[in-house]
């Protein structure tokens, strides 16, 4: 088992003139499950395979534990990829298809036994250790292929997209799987997804990136509590944090007619308007004339909950995008499946004070 | 939802097949009994006019990418199978979606490894593949294309003079890059030493093994030729000023390979005594290119070099050294090659190639003079090869039934 350090680690391709991943900087714990994420080409495959050994790393350095390992060759870092198209064999058995690449590595048979045996009991493959892999089930075959990984107790296992190829029924059900896997074997592991559900499921720890730049690495919880910035923000949760521009004035900002009470310090120096963030649940929904007013576009009935989809009335105000996409989106907030307004209703909305997020509109950076 | 066909070529045929039926549950009566390597997605075999084409079964996303990756494996004349169409928005008769399909052309003559283990086959076969597959490798790497998922059941086996031509099957972890770094070499010698070690165990624990071989040593053959051809065609070395002789040594080293040098660096020491030379563009094919450039004849690179043999032979046999190369090369296609292709009769065709039983009709000639210790003419031993060997060969053009195996990994 190890720690893991991306320390100022960058890759530019040849031919590219900017880096794909820029002076990434990580500390990952012993036993931890990080998630790297990100929307596509943000640099988290370019990031996984840099310790890999697969990517030439062009500044700066890679640690596990504490061995440099910036210039060694794939395998002799110990580390594991799992899941890249692990055949299975028909005519072994499963505890053979589990074991055999130890027996390439020279390891005794005693050992191996031992090993595929430990492995099989935390997979729950116990009973089938003697059969042929064509009397398995979907899933279990899919958890001897990580057993191949596992028997190899590697320092670090890394995943990139495992889930991709898989349907969708499959995939969530794995992705489970593969998160109290890890955590019954306390294996330090780099999991790669563009996926934020699958990021926010499974991981210890997100490591979000965008244009090979770290945007934030925290907790899920941090990350959907307290985002950086706006990319995180509108980047993690769904539906999508919304994200409004607004006025600052004499002691807070103005939410549409509804003043929200903001430190003068926090937006100080961030000039005449700031972006406000509030996810869909975070929202007072009132028909009061207080707050933004909208027109509810559509709802969505989800049982104890709904969702309404409105546009605010005031056509010059419009609700961001993230970063990426800066198209004007709906107001998104969650109602109490008992009081739902109808399409085409007026009402009027403002964050509650305790979940504010406030943004600088220039920068993007978090200010409150 | 409306089909999507994607292919270089508009072909009507395609959309005849039953494409709201799983691949799994199509007709018997279109699909062709071939043998297939492991896989984990559904293939299929089917006739198609007068060809016969793979559908692998897998989805769009993935399908669209390998389909465009053998496209550019074929630019850059890799040996590899023929892309032929993806076709993606699938439905069953009650609406539920299909996975995509990806159709690539069947590679004719062509044997996985699995159904060269079922014959009875001579010594050494695990061998050969291994140092086709190495072979393989090697060029792909140079031209700059990481595998990601290197084995025998990903490969196509063709037959070459008494040895092997390796083709690529399966393309969907493939990535292309400018070049290659020596990690990501690694990463797929290693992948590939494991998988040839699994696949040989299998083909041991189901008894289909006949050599007497271990697996983990023949697996370890892999990266021992793959170094040592790299090696070869990348390594630079020096030499002394005065030894210029050496260059052209080592590029007729190359060719011996059966590689071109396209590309030679060459560079001097500051005194001028040493020169350091490296190979930095190298192209496989070297007879084969060449029989083709004199004869117009498309074969494999072994087979090339038995033919271009047998030229040299005819050329000094009429004392016609001194002649145009091309003209004597002429010549002898007229007297002897096409001569001997058209004595094949069709009905033994499909058994091998031409070029293949050109090869097996000399060794054939070789056999015959020992035992008779005499000389015999080729078109004797043709007739005699024709009479007794060919027709107890197996068809190759497309190999019937042995076993094969899916282990589909899907939600149940
Ligand atoms: N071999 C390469 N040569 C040049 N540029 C590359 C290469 N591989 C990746 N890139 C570029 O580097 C950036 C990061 O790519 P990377 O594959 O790491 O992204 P990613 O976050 O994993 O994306 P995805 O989710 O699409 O796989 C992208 O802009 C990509 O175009
Ligand atoms: N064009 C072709 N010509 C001849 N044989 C083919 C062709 N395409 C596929 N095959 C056979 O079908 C087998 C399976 O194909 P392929 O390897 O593409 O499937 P796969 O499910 O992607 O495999 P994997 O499990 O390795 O990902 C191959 O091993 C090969 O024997
Ligand atoms: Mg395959
Ligand atoms: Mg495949």
Not at chain 1, 193 to 218: F, P, S, W
Not at chain 2, 29 to 56: E, M, N, Q, T
Request: charged residues 30%.
């Amino acid at each position: 088992m190890a720690t893991v350090k991306f320390d100022n680690a960058t890759r530019i391709y040849p031919g590219n003139d900017k880096p794909s991943v820029d002076k990434l900087n990580i500390d990952i714990q012993d036993g931890e499950f990080l998630v790297l994420v990100g929307p596509s080409g943000c640099g988290k495959s370019t990031s996984l395979r840099m310790l890999a050994g697969l990517e030439e790393v062009n500044g700066g350095k890679i640690w596990i534990g504490d061995r440099d390992v910036t210039d060694l060759s794939p395998k002799d870092r110990d580390v594991a990829m799992v899941f890249q198209n692990y055949a299975l064999y028909p005519h072994m058995s499963v505890a053979d298809n589990m074991g055999f690449a130890l027996k390439i590595a020279g390891t005794d048979k005693g050992e191996i036994r031992k090993r595929v045996e430990e492995a099989a009991k935390i997979l729950d493959l116990t009973q089938y250790l003697d059969r042929k892999p064509k009397a398995l089930s979907g899933g279990q075959r899919q958890r001897v292929a990580m057993g191949r990984a596992i028997v190899r107790s590697p320092q670090v296992f890394l995943m990139d997209e495992p889930l991709s190829n898989l349907d969708a029924k499959l995939r969530v059900q794995t992705r489970t799987q593969i998160a109290s896997l890890q955590r019954r074997l306390g294996v330090t592991t780099v999991y790669v997804t563009h996926d934020q559900v699958e990021a926010m499921t499974m991981g210890d720890r997100i490591a979000l990136l965008k244009d090979g730049l770290l945007q934030q690495c925290a907790t899920p919880r941090e990350m959907y509590d307290r985002p950086a910035n706006l990319f995180v923000a509108g980047f993690i949760g769904s539906p999508a944090m919304n994200l409004v521009s607004v006025p600052v004035t004499e002691g807070g900002v103005k939410f549409g007619n509804h003043t929200l009470q903001v430190a003068r310090g926090d937006v100080a120096g961030a000039g005449s308007e700031v972006i406000v963030g509030v996810r869909p649940e975070d929202v007072e929904v009132t028909t009061n004339p207080d707050g933004l007013e909208l027109v509810i576009d559509v709802v969505e009935e989800l049982g104890a909950d709904a969702y309404i989809y409105g546009t605010p009335t005031d056509s010059k105000i419009a609700i961001e995008g993230s970063g990426d996409d800066a198209l004007a989106k709906p107001f998104i907030a969650r109602v109490d499946g008992r009081r739902v307004p109808t399409k085409g209703d007026k009402v009027y909305v403002y964050p509650k004070a305790e979940h504010l997020h406030v943004f600088n509109k220039s920068t993007g950076e978090r200010l409150s | 939802m409306a089909l999507e066909i994607t292919s270089s070529r508009a072909d009507p045929a395609l959309l005849d097949l039953p494409w709201r039926t799983p691949l799994e549950e199509w007709p018997e009566d279109i699909l062709a009994a071939l043998p297939r390597g492991i896989s984990r997605h559904v293939v299929r075999f089917v006739r198609l006019d007068d060809k016969i084409v793979a559908v692998k079964e897998i989805k769009a996303d993935i399908a669209a990418r390998e389909y465009a990756m053998l496209r550019n494996l074929r630019r850059l004349e890799m040996p590899s199978v023929e892309p032929y169409a993806v076709v993606a928005g699938r439905e069953a008769a009650d609406g539920t979606p299909l996975d995509a399909c990806l159709i690539t052309r069947h590679l004719q003559f062509s044997l996985p490894y699995r159904a060269l283990y079922s014959q009875n086959l001579r010594k050494g076969t695990a061998v050969r593949l291994i140092d086709a597959l190495a072979v393989l490798l090697v060029r792909l790497h140079l031209a700059g294309f990481w595998w990601g998922d290197v084995s025998l059941s990903n490969t196509l086996f063709r037959r070459d003079a008494g040895a092997f031509a390796a083709y690529l099957v399966d393309a969907e972890t493939g990535e292309l890059r400018e070049r290659l770094s020596d990690g990501q070499r690694e990463h797929d010698l290693d992948i590939a030493r494991v998988n040839i070690a699994g696949e040989l165990m299998d083909l041991e624990a189901g008894g289909l093994l006949q050599e007497d071989r271990d697996p983990i040593v023949v697996s370890e053959r892999i990266v021992e030729r793959y170094r040592d051809l790299w090696d070869a065609l990348t390594g630079s070395e020096s030499i002394n000023a005065g030894e210029r002789w050496r260059v052209d040594e080592r590029i007729r080293a190359l060719n011996k390979l059966g590689f071109d040098v396209d590309e030679l660096a060459m560079t001097t020491d500051i005194g001028g005594t040493t020169i350091t030379i490296q190979p930095k563009v190298v192209d496989s094919g070297h007879h084969s290119r060449r029989l083709l450039r004199l004869t117009g004849i498309d074969v494999r690179e072994n087979q090339a070099r038995r033919l271009l043999n047998d030229l040299l032979a005819y050329t000094a046999a009429h004392d016609r050294q001194a002649d145009d190369e091309e003209i004597v090369a002429h010549d002898w296609v007229d007297q002897v090659y096409l001569p001997f292709v058209r004595a094949i009769p069709a009905d033994l065709r499909a058994k091998l190639e031409p070029a293949e039983v050109f090869h097996e009709v000399l060794e054939h000639r070789w056999y015959m003079a020992e035992r008779a210790q005499h000389d015999f003419s080729i078109t004797d031993a043709l007739a005699d090869y024709l009479a007794s060997v060919l027709p107890t060969k197996p068809d190759e053009r497309s190999v019937v039934g042995v076993d094969t195996v899916e282990m589909p990994v899907v939600a149940d």
